[in-house]
């Protein structure tokens, strides 16, 4: 899915344009009891598909006069296509400049938004902004809905926003988790220290660096945007919204995903949404519960008491305790990730299927509303990666019918599938 970031001066209206893309605004409650912020990411979705969209003005302080800080930098680096917000009402100004000469230099492709369309000066003064060399422009409003679409299809037009899935290499592995847990220092403790750092300024490579790790003992593997989680990591404060944005990018291209968690913060919201994330992209996870060397008495009882909801969302996931400080536990975790990734490529005969199905459904009668039972005709498995079933029965059951999820997690026990996002597809046939 593309990243597209809103930048440009204070009070040209980016956050309006946020808000009219994403819809309302809605502020988040921070960590910190009695702090809530304005949004800074969210998704846009459009008759042709979604994307993720960043206001960076969201990041900044408002008294800072440019607008421009390394939250705002990494942001840009992290996007695919950027908006820069003029205001057409008042022209172009020296801030604008400064700027995009700031911005210019990550090299991303941008739309020029000629905002407060709806003044007659913003008509005037469109041409004006050409000086700037920064690219394509429309004429909007943000406040008044004038030239979205206009907007939306010149972004489509410079990046394919809605492109289709990249493939997905065999044994790719993403490293995710929210900022600070230790998914940097993971990745150092798997592959044997600190790599070249990519800069965030000027001249840094457009393409996010993986790193292959190479095996004697099993298969090898190769981590996802390595670089991108260790530029990452050197953002102090990195939000986490945006984090657990980032982290959907890297699931994606990936097989399976390393949740890390702090142990000594235990399972927190933000974990929750990633893990929501890998279950919905239909991946296969095993997490590293870290810092375990950090435990006491009182942050352990937490952490068992909050991973419930994290196991009941993964369906039982692997899990493995580590600390990247002692080295504890490291040497479990390549093992338990190629076993989540056998149990993800399981593959199952036809026979194997039908008989498993048919137990299940032995073992326990689907109701029968209005005295029509659901009867199963005939399962085969059709992919695998993860396993998806094929039930052809004689009629459909809706996606939340509380048969289909015994159905599917019945499969899961019986083979043996923790934390494997096991698909059925129920198709309807006449008997
Ligand atoms: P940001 O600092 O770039 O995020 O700017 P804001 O979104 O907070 O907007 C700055 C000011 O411009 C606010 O007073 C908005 O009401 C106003 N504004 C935003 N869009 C428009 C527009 O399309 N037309 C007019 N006339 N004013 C707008
Ligand atoms: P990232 O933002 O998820 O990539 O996190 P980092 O790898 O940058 O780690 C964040 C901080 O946690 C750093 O100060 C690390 O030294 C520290 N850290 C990472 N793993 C451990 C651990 O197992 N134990 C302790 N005590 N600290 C750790």
Redesign the pocket.
């Known amino acids: 899915m593309s990243v597209v970031a809103i930048v440009?001066?204070?009070?040209?209206?980016?956050?309006?344009?946020f808000n009219r893309l994403v819809g309302r605004r809605q502020s988040i409650v921070h960590n910190t009891p009695g702090v809530t912020r304005d949004r800074v990411a969210g998704t846009v979705r459009t008759d042709d598909g979604t994307f993720e969209l960043i206001?960076t003005?969201g990041l900044v302080p408002g008294d800072d006069p440019l607008?421009l800080n390394d939250q705002v930098h990494f942001a840009v680096l992290e996007s695919d296509l950027l908006i820069l917000?003029v205001d057409g009402?008042q022209g172009l100004v020296p801030a604008d400049e400064e700027v995009w000469d700031e911005l210019r230099s990550h090299g991303r492709p941008v739309v020029v938004a000629v905002?407060?369309?709806?003044?007659k000066a913003a008509g005037e003064n469109f041409d004006e902004f050409y000086a700037l060399g920064a690219g394509a422009q429309v004429l909007?409003?943000?406040?008044?809905g004038l030239g979205i679409e206009e907007l939306i299809d010149e972004l489509q037009e410079t990046v394919p926003l809605f492109g289709t899935d990249e493939e997905v290499p065999e044994s790719a592995i993403a490293v995710v988790g929210r900022p600070n847990v230790g998914k940097s220092s993971l990745i150092n403790r798997l592959t044997g220290g600190p790599r070249s750092l990519v800069s965030p300024v000027a001249g840094t490579t457009r393409d996010p660096v993986d790193t292959p790790i190479v095996r004697e003992d099993g298969e090898d593997l190769l981590l996802v945007d390595t670089a991108g989680i260790r530029r990452r990591s050197q953002v102090t404060d990195e939000p986490e919204e945006l984090a657990v944005m980032m982290a959907r990018r890297q699931i994606e291209k990936a097989q399976l995903a390393v949740l890390v968690i702090d142990a000594s913060v235990g399972v927190t919201s933000g974990d929750l949404a990633i893990a929501g994330t890998i279950w919905e992209l239909g991946r296969t996870v095993v997490i590293a519960v870290n810092k375990w060397d950090l435990l006491d008495e009182e942050s352990r009882e937490h952490l068992d008491e909050s991973w419930e909801r994290l196991d009941q969302i993964l369906y039982r996931p692997l899990r493995v305790n580590i600390s990247c400080e002692t080295g504890r536990g490291i040497d479990r975790l390549l093992p338990a990730i190629d076993e989540a990734l056998e149990r993800f490529r399981t593959s199952l005969a036809t026979s194997d299927a039908n008989r498993l199905f048919e137990v299940a459904t032995r073992r326990h009668q689907a109701p029968a509303p209005g005295g029509r039972p659901w009867n199963l005709l005939y399962a085969t498995q059709v992919s695998s990666g993860p396993p998806t079933f094929m039930l052809f029965a004689n009629r459909t059951l809706p996606r939340q019918d509380s048969y289909r999820r015994y159905l599917e997690n019945f499969a899961r026990d019986q083979l043996d599938l923790r934390g494997v996002p096991l698909r059925l597809v129920i198709r309807q046939r006449r008997e």
């Open positions: 440009g001066r204070p009070n040209v209206g980016k956050s309006t344009l206001d003005g607008g917000v009402r905002n407060k369309g709806d003044t909007i409003s943000a406040e008044h």
